[in-house]
Structures are given as C-alpha cells and as structure tokens.
C-alpha cells in the first residue's frame, strides 16, 4: 500500500500563531483528504483536495500530486484546534483504499 | 439519519467473547468503510462495501473478523473469539460513492472503543 508520512509529529503552539502540516506520500493518488480528530476521538472531515488549494476560514490546504506531498495551513490559532490531524490518501478506480499517516498532534495553550 | 452512527461506543469483552459494532452510515451512501484505530496510531483500513457488496477485504487482520452490509444500509463489524490485540476504536465512515469531485469525501461516526480483558 501507499506509505504516508506526516511531520511535525507533535506541535505546540501559542494561541494566535500560525502553523503547517506536511503530507508526504509514496505513490501517485486520486484522492486526499484532511481530518481534524478532536480529544474526544471524533474525526472530522477539513479538505478534500487531490490537487489545487482550498481555504476554508483559517485553514487551506494545497496539494502538489506531482511531487507526491500536502500541506495544511492553520492560521491565528484557538483553543479548539487543538487535536489530532490526519492525512489520507486513496488510490484505485474511485480512490476507494485510504491510507492514513500517524498525525500531527496539535496543542494550542491560551 | 444525519451522520454516521455506531454502537455500542464502548464495549468491555473478556478474551474469547464474541462481539458486533454496528455502523448505521448516512441515508443515501453507497460507500461503507470500517477501519481498527489503535492508541497514538491513525486509522487502518479493515474493509469497503459498495451498497451491499464488499469489494475489498484485505485489511481485516484474521478470519476471526468478518463484516457484512446486507441490505446496503447498516453493516456490522463481528469479531470472534475476541483477543487482547483486538483491542481499539472501531471508527466507521460512509461517502457518497459516486464518481465525480467531492464524491468520495469520507464522514466518520464516533467509534466504537473494544477493550478485551
């Protein structure tokens, strides 16, 4: 299967600051997506970009399929961002076998 | 219904028990995925259905675990013979399944944590 690499492993930030996720991945995809899973161990779905940029308030994404790699960008960090972000990457006919990388552990301290 | 929904959220066996989760995904999904999340670890793939097909397999660990959807609606997770190793969050998801941008995008119920004694 398809590795998946995700970097900083922890992250510790300040409340206000800005951070970016690394998604590294071994092979050509067909689709990529960004989950946010909060303390409470719901996932939560945040972009679903196999290439291009989207922004969605203080987060946006960018996906560049050609060189095999995902960022995530956060920006004025809260409270609640806090938790764990997942990379997932899917291959086949409809991108249907995702593969997860082990997360970014995010902590934002008031 | 409006998400995901899986039960029991938490689920105590002692080693040798059987047990079933139960994933009751979003009206209308044809795509069904279970995946095993062990502690500090991301998910692992375990298995998709397509409505009540199961197309892939491959990342249920033994033949102790089988799952089925048969009417492509609800599907259940069954894992025999229960082993301290099985022990983890259970975390279904559902998309629409379709071709086509966006199709694909996976909504994920709350879990299932397993703890076998």
């Known amino acids: 299967g398809i590795q998946v690499e995700q970097s900083p492993p922890d992250l510790i930030l300040q409340e206000g600051a800005n951070s970016t996720l690394r998604c590294n991945f071994s092979?050509?995809?067909?689709?990529l997506q960004w989950f946010h899973q909060n303390p409470w161990g719901q996932l939560i779905n945040l972009f679903y970009?196999?290439?291009g940029t989207k922004q969605n308030g203080r987060l946006s994404a960018t996906t560049v399929a050609t060189e095999r790699y995902s960022l995530l960008y956060i920006s004025s960090s809260q409270t609640t961002d806090s938790g764990v972000y997942f990379c997932?990457?899917?291959?086949?006919?409809?991108?249907?076998?995702?593969?997860f990388g082990t997360g970014t552990s995010l902590t934002v301290i008031p | 219904g409006a998400g995901v929904s899986q039960s029991p959220r938490y689920k105590v066996a002692k080693r040798g028990q059987d047990v079933a989760l139960r994933c009751d995904p979003i009206?209308?999904?044809?795509?069904l995925f279970w995946y095993q999340q062990a502690l500090g670890q991301g998910p692992e793939f375990l298995t998709y259905?397509?409505?009540?097909?199961?197309?892939?397999k491959s990342g249920l660990p033994s033949d102790r675990f089988f799952a089925e959807r048969p009417e492509g609606s609800v599907s259940t997770l069954k894992i025999q013979r229960t082993q301290q190793e099985d022990s983890a969050v259970y975390l279904c998801?559902?998309?629409?399944?379709?071709?086509?941008?966006?199709?694909?995008?996976?909504?994920f119920g709350a879990g299932s944590r397993l703890t076998v004694l």
């Open positions: 009206s209308g999904h044809v795509s």
């Open positions: 970009i196999p290439s």
């Open positions: 997932a990457v899917g291959e086949g006919v409809a991108g249907n076998q995702f593969y």
């Open positions: 092979d050509s995809v067909n689709n």
């Open positions: 998801a559902s998309s629409l399944g379709a071709r086509g941008s966006g199709a694909n995008v996976l909504t």
């Open positions: 259905f397509q409505n009540e097909a199961q197309l892939d």
